[in-house]
């Protein structure tokens, strides 16, 4: 619905006071030719029949204007009305003028009961008003995640409510018409969606566990055979091939119990202070003999600091680097490199990671999509078979989580560049850890 806005009647506008005026005048002209003066009354009424024109032409534009604004009031009422999505539109006071049907369904509240309120924080708790004002409100809601960028319009904010379970995505816009200067929040009800999303991942949950203890088993067992003493050699190659086969397997399981986790918000974080500097030499020691035995050359530049603090979660951050480097290596060229740097940003509160790799590289077609679950290029299929392309999704979730950004470069046949930022201020890591979405 669309709040009736008093609007003037053409004929009582301040405009119409000439016009009136001139009426006036010409019906006392035409009274002063007919009882007194014939000369003096068509003087009069030639002197005032210019002016009038002008002013009758004034007046039909007024009316024109006025008809024009009513048609596209209407036209504008038709497609809120017909838009799938919920919209409210309200002024610099929180005075609701807009309400559609859709908002209607959404928040159970008639649009009489809402056009012309004022909503203020204060309603936030009554059972009645509550969602609606907290959607206006976002910052009164139980959990809002933000879409969009600080600044950007529109803002796109994702708000959950746990009482009744309701999940929204509000689209929020400035306007400035003639009626009205405020904002337009436009409302898209998922509740269905995150139901079945969240019913997905759980699910996904429950296999992987069932499927974690019979993997273990077959792997420690394997394992054991695979050692044997006095065991034929074909029975050791296929025992061998058997465990390498366990193990991708149940790299697998985790890896979906990972992406479970991230989506549901339960990943599960710790952060604490360390010195990122130390941090990375231990990780690339450890990833010296992957690289070694790959023929690959492992270079660090920390930059001119000696050391570096940082509030990070150094299990999930060593996961995330890990996960790179593995595939710096894995993907690279023999006697390729791989170069890791460290720099402060000079104009913003981060440091910058880079690894560098002199590798296969990725199709231009590929480096929008990277960062998707289960995608992987097509060059880096024929290098190496197995995969679940999870990692790097599970990479950006845990680098988002942290407060930062990652990104990549690369040159096919030439090699990657995968570069993201850690907070050196610890205020700008999120204070809680949401579910999370592909974007």
Same mark, same amino acid.
């Given at each position: ?72 009031? !209407? ?71 933000? $879409? ?23 689209? #929020? ?17 998922? #509740? ?12 996904? #949950? ?10 273990? #088993? ?22 061998? !091939? ?18 479970? $986790? ?15 500097? !130390? ?44 996960? +790179? +480097? ?49 995608? $992987? ?63």
């Amino acid at each position: 619905m669309v709040a009736k806005a008093k609007k003037q009647s053409p004929f009582s506008r301040p405009e119409m006071f000439s016009f009136w005026v001139f009426l006036f005048s010409f019906a006392a002209a035409a009274a002063i030719s007919f009882y007194f003066s014939m000369i003096l009354g068509y003087t009069i009424l030639i002197l005032l029949i210019v002016p009038g024109a002008v002013i009758f032409l004034n007046i039909s534009k007024l009316i024109k204007r006025d008809i024009e604004t009513y048609s596209v009031s !209407e036209r504008f009422k038709k497609i809120i009305s017909a838009l799938p999505d919920g919209v409210i539109v309200y002024d610099s006071d929180f005075k609701v003028a807009v309400f559609n049907g859709v908002a209607e369904r959404i928040f159970g509240l008639n649009s009489d009961e809402v056009i012309g309120q004022k909503m203020g924080p204060e309603k936030a708790q009554d059972p009645k008003f509550g969602i609606l004002t907290q959607t206006i409100f976002p910052s009164l809601a139980p959990l809002v995640i933000p $879409r969009s960028k600080p600044g950007d319009f529109p803002q796109v904010t994702d708000i959950s409510f746990n009482e009744p379970a309701v999940e929204l995505r509000v689209a #929020t816009t400035p306007i400035s018409t003639e009626d009205v200067t405020g904002f337009i929040k436009i409302i898209i009800d998922r #509740t269905r969606e995150v139901e079945v999303y969240r019913s997905k991942s759980e699910f996904i #949950t429950v296999a992987a566990h069932q499927l974690q203890t019979p993997i273990t #088993t077959i792997y420690w067992a394997l394992d054991v055979l695979r050692k044997e003493e006095g065991l034929a050699a074909e029975t050791r190659e296929v025992a061998q !091939e058997g465990y390498l086969a366990s193990q991708n397997l149940s790299k697998i399981v985790n890896d979906l119990l990972d992406v479970a $986790r991230i989506e549901e918000g339960k990943f599960g974080y710790i952060f604490q202070e360390i010195d990122i500097i !130390e941090f990375f030499k231990e990780l690339l020691k450890n990833a010296n003999v992957a690289a070694k035995n790959a023929g690959v050359n492992l270079y660090f530049d920390p930059g001119p600091e000696m050391s570096l603090p940082l509030n990070v979660d150094p299990s999930k951050l060593a996961m995330a680097v890990s996960n +790179l +480097l593995d595939n710096a290596i894995k993907y690279n060229l023999k006697n390729g490199s791989v170069t890791v740097r460290i720099a402060r940003l000079n104009d913003k509160p981060y440091v910058q990671v880079s690894i560098q790799d002199t590798g296969v590289g990725i199709p231009p077609d590929g480096l929008s999509k990277i960062f998707k679950k289960f995608f $992987r290029a097509e060059n880096a299929v024929k290098v190496h078979t197995e995969g679940t392309g999870l990692g790097l999704y599970i990479v950006k979730n845990i680098i988002k989580r942290h407060g930062g950004a990652i990104s990549v470069q690369s040159d096919l046949g030439r090699g990657t560049t995968f570069y993201f930022t850690l907070p050196t201020d610890p205020r700008l890591i999120p204070h809680k850890e949401s579910p999370y979405e592909e974007e």
